[in-house]
């Protein structure tokens, strides 16, 4: 079923490297005094001559702590919040109170860092929203920092969850950390209705709820119409493609496709995800007819 509701880190150069390299070239310099042959410079007037010095060659440049340059905008919004934990796929959102001018300038004033040190990119979804995320996911367990403003937040990256819907298999495949924690069966979308491919994220869950085609402009009197309860639904999209309980089609799932693009599974599966998968965990859809998720569905961001 599918509901229409919306809902650089450089290193700082520390003092003992420096250190190090001085006395390297301190030593170099002693060991060339009494290597090189003498040179008619006198230490005092009528003194003994002593050898030229090498000149003394450049020592590594300290990278410098990256600068965050003022801010254009008042104290924004940033998603995740301060101390909340979330799956690798989480991309960083920051909302501002009023649109802004000069995007360039915006970025500037805002700084992610990452422990350990992860690269990754601004994307702006509209004038009044900036987000950032990894080029790859995030590694599990990575503390993250926003600095945006007068806003600052940390939150952490939990283990690394990610289920893998295979349209080949009909099966719903999760792994943690890389090990296989559960397989169970899937029904997705069935013609004219087929669950688009590409990488999702994991946003809000409901214990239960209606599902609505009306909320997607579908009349539930129409023949692909419908207005159905369903018990464990965790929101995949915001074009309303969940995983949740669908009783009514376990003989078909692993089997066939009758969906409106949900992923249906048993009860007793459909608890045990939304028990065990939470926001920012990442959902891989891949085999199916049905095109590729949109980049700006807003859980759709590796699509981008």
């Known amino acids: ?33 009494f290597a090189a042959p003498a040179a008619a410079a006198p230490l005092f007037p009528g003194g003994p001559e ?6 003394v060659p450049g020592l590594p440049g300290v990278p410098a702590e990256p600068t965050i340059g003022p801010a254009n905008f008042a104290p924004p919004s940033v998603s995740p919040g301060n101390g909340d934990v979330v799956g690798v796929a989480q991309p960083v959102a920051i909302r501002f109170t009023d649109p802004i001018d000069d995007r360039a300038v915006a970025e500037k004033a805002i700084r992610v860092t990452a422990e350990p040190p992860v690269d990754g990119s601004f994307y702006w979804i509209n004038d009044s929203q900036v987000r950032w995320k990894p080029h790859e996911f995030w590694p599990a367990h990575t503390t993250v920092t926003v600095d945006a403003g007068d806003t600052h937040v940390t939150f952490s990256i939990g283990d690394a969850v990610v289920a893998t819907a295979d349209d080949e298999t009909k099966q719903i495949t999760v792994t943690r950390n890389g090990e296989v924690v559960r397989t169970m069966p899937t029904s ?22 209606f599902m609505d085609s009306s909320t997607y402009g579908v009349p539930v009197d129409s023949p692909e119409g419908y207005r159905t309860f369903v018990e464990y639904a965790t929101r995949m999209s915001y074009s309303g493609i969940f995983v949740h309980a669908a009783p009514w089609s376990v003989a078909q799932q692993g089997y066939s496709n009758v969906s409106h693009g949900c992923l249906n599974v048993s009860t007793e599966d459909a608890e045990w995800f939304y028990e065990n998968v939470g926001k920012g965990d990442a959902v891989v859809v891949r085999g199916t007819a049905g095109g590729t998720l949109s980049g700006s569905d807003g859980l759709g961001d590796w699509n981008r």
């Open 1 to 33: 079923m599918r509901s229409g509701a919306r809902s650089k880190s450089g290193v700082r150069g520390g003092g003992r490297p420096r250190r190090v390299a001085v006395c390297v070239a301190v030593a170099s310099l002693a060991a060339a005094a």
């Open 50 to 55: 002593i050898p030229a010095l090498p000149s």
């Open 188 to 209: 997705m979308g069935k013609a004219g209705h087929e669950t688009p491919n590409g990488t999702y994220i994991v946003g809000e869950k409901y214990r239960d709820m």
